[in-house]
Every structure is written in structure tokens, then in C-alpha cells.
């Protein structure tokens, strides 16, 4: 073609606004100024030093396949080469030395011997064949890994699901279950608890009746010391009127020694005379009189 048919196929292919610019153009203008045109009216306006700087920066992402990130690379660094920021005959080499910082795949470019080849890097196109050849390479390797690795499983499961469906059929031991074994010991346990309980039933005494209670009178409490003590009597003597006060305040109930009143002799002389008028008329009855302890 003649730059004539180069520049018209170029301005077919713009669409407006691009095309309303490169309408201005003459005839005569080269291919180059049809493509130079759009691009200063619409291209990037960084400079070409930061746009390198910018691709030195760029690292791999998590998850990105690396062929990819070496087309990112490559698409980066011809951008800086536009605007100044890089010599194009050096393109080649610092593709390679950023793809090797930036690469987080150290097995991949230990199997290349890239690191090595930075002093003579290879064309764009024969890496990139290299690394998605490479590529290729591991991920087969992984699928092949994981189907030997899920058969392997496969193997590993019927072998245990066989031996349980073994173990079900086996003759049952009840000595090698441990639920047998505690159910045993609790039964055990319990017998010696019978057998104990047994005997100390046949060896403690029979309760008795106290002869200290009384038929007529409750029984004192051992826990309130200003209970009444009453004596045992025999049937002889049980109706002889004895001292049921204290000696110490005259109220009845208590004995002095648990008494926490305060003195009162003249109820305790009441008391007195009324308990002696009580036995001279017991003993006008025709009894025998007995020992004043009072």
C-alpha cells in the first residue's frame, strides 16, 4: 500500500471525535501523523519516567497466572517506551529483570533458568512460550497428583469401610468393650455397697426406750440446756411434789446453773414456801416423808 491508502484506511477505522481531528489533515500527511494525532488528543500525558517508574513497581497479583503478569509487563513498558521513559532495543532485557522481582513463583523460575538469562534475555514472544509452556507443564502435573491422590482415598476408604463391615460381623467380645467393662464395675460396686450396708445394720443396737422420759411429761431437748431435768422415779416416790423452779431468779422451766436472769429471792422464798405447803399436805396424806434438798 502507498502512505495515500495507509492514511485513508487509518481514517476510516477513527470514529468520531478521533475522526472530526484527523479531519484537518491534508492528503499528503504521512500514516505516522494520522496515529500521532489521536494519540496527543487523547493519549496518556504522563511523563515517560514515571510511567517507567510505574512499571517497575508492578508486582504479580495473588491469584494472577504469571504469563499474565508478563503481558501486563510487556504492555506497561511499551507505554513508557512512547514517551521517552525507556530505549526500546532495552525493552527485552528489563522485562526480564522485572518479571524475575516481580514473579512470587520461585519453582517456575528455578525450572526456566531465568535469573541466568538476564544477561542475554530472549524476545518477548519466545518467554512468554516458555512460561505458558512451563505453565501448561505444572498444571497437568497437579491435575495428575490430585486424581492419584483422590484414587488413593478411594482405595483408603473401601479398605476401612470393608474392615468395619468385618468388625460387625466378628464375634462380639464383652471383656474388650469399655461400656461393658464400667457397666461390670458399677454392678460390683453396688454389691459391695449391699454387703456393707448389711453389716452395719446387723452390728448397731437396737434403739431403746430411755427410762428418763416420762410417760406424762415430754421428753427434755438435748440441744436447750435450760430444759427441765427430770430424774427417773420409780412408781413409788413419782408422785412427791419436788423444786421444778430455779433457785436463782424462781421461774419455772430452768435450773439455776443455766439460768441468765437476775437474781430474785423473794420468788425464790414464794416458790419455796409453796413447794413446802405441797409436801405437808403430801405427807398428810398418810406418805412417808422424804429428804428436803432444798
Excluded at 503478569?69 to 532495552?90: D, I, K, M, T, W
Excluded at 436463782?248 to 430474785?264: F, L, T, Y
Aim: hydrophobic share 35%; proline share 7%; net charge positive.
Amino acid at each position: 500500500m502507498s502512505n495515500l491508502q495507509k492514511s485513508w484506511k487509518i481514517f476510516e477505522s477513527l470514529l468520531s471525535p478521533a475522526a472530526d481531528i484527523v479531519k484537518r489533515l491534508s492528503p499528503e500527511a504521512t500514516p505516522e501523523i494520522y496515529l500521532q494525532l489521536p494519540d496527543a488528543a487523547f493519549g496518556t500525558v504522563e511523563d515517560g519516567e514515571e510511567l517507567f517508574a510505574q512499571f517497575m513497581n508492578a508486582l504479580q497479583d495473588p491469584g494472577e497466572k504469571a504469563s499474565t503478569y508478563l503481558c501486563r509487563l510487556q504492555a506497561a513498558l511499551n507505554l513508557a517506551v512512547r514517551r521517552g521513559g525507556a530505549a526500546a532495543r532495552e525493552a527485552d532485557r528489563h522485562i526480564l529483570k522485572q518479571f524475575c522481582r516481580g514473579c512470587w513463583d520461585n519453582t517456575l523460575l528455578s525450572d526456566l533458568n531465568l535469573e541466568e538469562k538476564k544477561s542475554w534475555p530472549p524476545a518477548f514472544s519466545e518467554l512468554l512460550l516458555l512460561i505458558r509452556t512451563e505453565e501448561d507443564r505444572q498444571a497437568a502435573k497437579a491435575t495428575r497428583m490430585k486424581k492419584h491422590i483422590g484414587s488413593h482415598r478411594q482405595r483408603a476408604m473401601a479398605s476401612s469401610q470393608s474392615a468395619c463391615a468385618c468388625s460387625q460381623h466378628a464375634v462380639f467380645q464383652p471383656e474388650s468393650d469399655p461400656l461393658t467393662k464400667l457397666k461390670q464395675q458399677v454392678a460390683s460396686l453396688q454389691s459391695q455397697l449391699a454387703t456393707l450396708m448389711s453389716k452395719k445394720a446387723k452390728k448397731s443396737p437396737k434403739p431403746k426406750v430411755s427410762s428418763e422420759h416420762h410417760p406424762s411429761r415430754p421428753a427434755a431437748s438435748k440441744l436447750d440446756p435450760r430444759a427441765p431435768s427430770w430424774k427417773p422415779t420409780n412408781s413409788k416416790t413419782s408422785t412427791h411434789p419436788r423444786p421444778c423452779y430455779c433457785f436463782k431468779c424462781g421461774e419455772d422451766g430452768h435450773i439455776s446453773s443455766a439460768c441468765s436472769n437476775s437474781p430474785n429471792p423473794t420468788l425464790v422464798n414464794e416458790k419455796r414456801d409453796q413447794l413446802r405447803e405441797k409436801q405437808r399436805l403430801w405427807e398428810a396424806k398418810g406418805h412417808a416423808p422424804e429428804h428436803k434438798d432444798f
